[in-house]
């Protein structure tokens, strides 16, 4: 159960790492990935600088994670994009911004992902004593 949990919260990390990429070097394949459009000048760089720093430091506090079994970084991880859905959906509720089910879907079940694998780290680690 370990090695697949593992497997698949490496396998996010690895999906973000190259999401941030993307960001960098190809912004609006990866705005349209997230179904946003590129803002204008400042907005711009804000939107392209925060979305690569964030989702870089998820995909490596995933990855990191679940390769070197560090539960931390794991939870860490989770709780960050955990923490995107309720931001979306005030967004929606509060100040007029679109409805983005599928994207608070994939959020939850990555952050559902990461706390399963944080637990299973957690209790094998103390069975061992660590």
Same mark, same amino acid.
């Given at each position: 159960?370990?090695?697949?949990?593992? %497997?698949?919260?490496?396998?996010?990390?690895?999906?973000?790492? $190259?999401?941030?990429?993307?960001?960098?070097?190809?912004?609006? +394949?990866?705005?349209?990935?997230?179904?946003?459009?590129?803002?204008?000048? +400042?907005?711009?760089?804000?939107?392209? !600088?925060?979305?690569?720093?964030?989702?870089?430091?998820? !995909?490596?506090?995933?990855?990191?994670?679940?390769?070197?079994?560090?539960?931390?970084?794991?939870? $860490? !991880?989770?709780?960050?994009?955990?923490?995107?859905?309720?931001?979306?959906?005030?967004?929606?509720?509060?100040?007029?911004?679109?409805?983005? +089910?599928?994207?608070?879907?994939?959020?939850?079940?990555?952050?559902?992902?990461?706390?399963?694998?944080?637990? $299973?780290?957690?209790?094998?680690? %103390?069975?061992?004593?660590?």
């Amino acid at each position: 159960m370990l090695t697949l949990l593992r %497997t698949l919260t490496g396998l996010a990390g690895l999906g973000a790492l $190259i999401m941030g990429g993307m960001w960098w070097y190809q912004p609006e +394949t990866a705005a349209g990935l997230v179904g946003a459009s590129l803002l204008d000048g +400042t907005g711009r760089s804000a939107q392209i !600088g925060d979305s690569a720093a964030f989702t870089i430091g998820v !995909g490596v506090l995933l990855l990191w994670g679940a390769a070197r079994q560090h539960a931390v970084f794991v939870l $860490i !991880g989770g709780c960050l994009v955990g923490l995107v859905a309720p931001g979306r959906i005030l967004s929606a509720t509060l100040h007029g911004g679109a409805v983005t +089910t599928p994207e608070v879907v994939v959020e939850c079940v990555i952050f559902l992902l990461a706390l399963m694998t944080w637990f $299973i780290i957690k209790q094998q680690a %103390t069975e061992r004593g660590q």
